[in-house]
């Protein structure tokens, strides 16, 4: 897999810094929680900016954002959510349906600039079993990145935000 090849810091997203300082706040210890969605496409310089964050918990860090995030349902699964900075930083104890084992979801995660990233394949896996009109670019993107030798052309960078 190609390196990470960002020329910015993660933390110069504004919803990443949010993120940073919610962890601190709320004391959430980083092995138990991954950010999913499209955060890995920034975290790998795939994207320029992010919508929205999308954050699967499990164990102490699920119950303690459960306890301090405003309620609510996802929309794909009706699983239970907790939200933050008026909705834009989402933590939910699974992944859009019961196939997605989110203990594995973080037990594998990616450890980028401190914070835990699910793996690119699991973000292209997601979002081809979507297929929605606003992922065919991190697909596109996703696909060359992963698979430099099926095609000649760098892998793109997505510069308009997307929802995870």
């Known amino acids: 897999m190609p390196?990470?090849?960002?020329?910015?810091?993660?933390?110069?997203?504004?919803?990443?810094?949010?993120?940073?300082?919610?962890v601190t706040k709320l004391e959430l210890d980083c092995r138990d929680f991954v950010v999913f969605g499209s955060g890995p496409l920034l975290a790998?310089?795939?994207?320029?900016?992010?919508?929205?964050?999308?954050?699967?918990?499990?164990?102490?860090?699920?119950?303690?954002?459960?306890?301090?995030?405003?309620?609510?349902?996802?929309?794909?699964n009706g699983a239970p959510m907790?939200?933050?900075?008026?909705g834009l930083i989402q933590f939910s104890p699974?992944?859009?349906?019961?196939?997605?084992?989110?203990?594995?979801?973080?037990?594998?995660?990616?450890?980028i600039e401190g914070l835990?990233?699910?793996?690119?394949a699991d973000v292209l896996r997601y979002k081809q079993a979507l297929d929605r009109p606003k992922d065919r670019a991190d697909i596109a993107a996703l696909n060359r990145w992963l698979n430099p030798g099926?095609?000649?052309?760098?892998?793109g960078l997505i510069s308009e935000p997307g929802a995870g």
């Open 3 to 22: 390196q990470v090849h960002r020329s910015v810091s993660l933390a110069d997203d504004r919803l990443i810094r949010e993120l940073v300082e919610l």
């Open 94 to 111: 699974g992944w859009i349906s019961p196939e997605w084992d989110a203990d594995q979801l973080i037990d594998n995660a990616e450890m």
């Open 116 to 120: 835990p990233f699910a793996r690119l």
């Open 44 to 76: 790998h310089g795939l994207r320029t900016h992010l919508r929205d964050v999308d954050v699967v918990a499990r164990g102490a860090v699920w119950q303690r954002v459960q306890d301090c995030g405003a309620p609510a349902v996802g929309d794909l």
């Open 82 to 86: 907790a939200l933050f900075c008026d």
């Open 150 to 155: 099926a095609s000649p052309a760098a892998p």
